[in-house]
Each structure stands twice: as C-alpha cells, then as structure tokens.
C-alpha cells in the first residue's frame, strides 16, 4: 500500500515557476514510478512526466518537455515536479500517481498506475 499526499499547488502568473511535491508512504517507494498527471475542468486526466523508480529514466508529454521537470529522492520518498515558463493552459489540478511499470511506452497510461495522490490545484493567471 501506498499513500500520496501533493503539495506545493497555487496561483502564478503567465511565466512564472511553482514546485509540486509528493510525499509517499510505504516501504518499496523505489520500486515504482512515479507519475504527474493533471486534468483540467471539463477535462481528461493527461499526462505530465513519469520518471522510473530508479530514477534513471524520466518522460514528459511534449507539451511540457523544455519547461517541466520530474524529479526524486528515494530516500526521502519524495517526488517533485519543478514547473518553469508556465502558461494559462497548464491550468489544473496535478495528480500524483504510483505505478509498478517498468516499460516507459506505458508511463502515459493513468490506468497502470496503482495509487494517487488527492491532487493539488495549480492555477496560472495571464
């Protein structure tokens, strides 16, 4: 059993940056990926960024790549999501999920991941 708790979620204007968190409970933290997922009203959960449990491989949707980043500390069982260069449209509410996946082509699928967090609003002002 895992448990995930988001923090870090706020209001922002148009460029600027906010750092996601999510702390996790559990033994086995390094055996799963982690995953970002947001969805905005109206809206399907999408994908963000996953990064492997070792921490070796990470994958973000393009529509981030260049501005997010995904991060994790194992030790710590922490995962972060460092969100630069934020735009209107990344208006949402972020999710973050744990998943025993170890192909990358299924890091975008939310239904592989087991356990989620509550989600924590980030809103981005223009």
């Known amino acids: 059993q895992v448990q995930l708790v988001e923090s870090g979620g706020g209001l922002v204007q148009a460029g600027g940056s906010l750092k996601l968190s999510c702390a996790a409970s559990g033994r086995t933290f390094s055996n799963y990926a982690m995953g970002w997922f947001r969805q905005a009203p109206g809206m399907e959960r999408e994908f963000v960024a996953t990064i492997s449990g070792s921490g070796a491989r990470t994958y973000r949707a393009d529509a981030v790549k260049g501005r997010f980043t995904i991060s994790r500390d194992n030790a710590k069982k922490t995962v972060n999501l460092q969100m630069n260069s934020l735009k209107p449209e990344d208006t949402a509410v972020y999710y973050c999920?744990?998943?025993?996946?170890?192909?990358?082509?299924?890091?975008?699928?939310?239904?592989?991941?087991?356990?989620w967090g509550q989600g924590t609003q980030v809103t981005v002002s223009s």
């Open positions: 999920a744990a998943g025993l996946i170890l192909a990358a082509t299924n890091f975008p699928s939310a239904a592989k991941y087991d356990y």
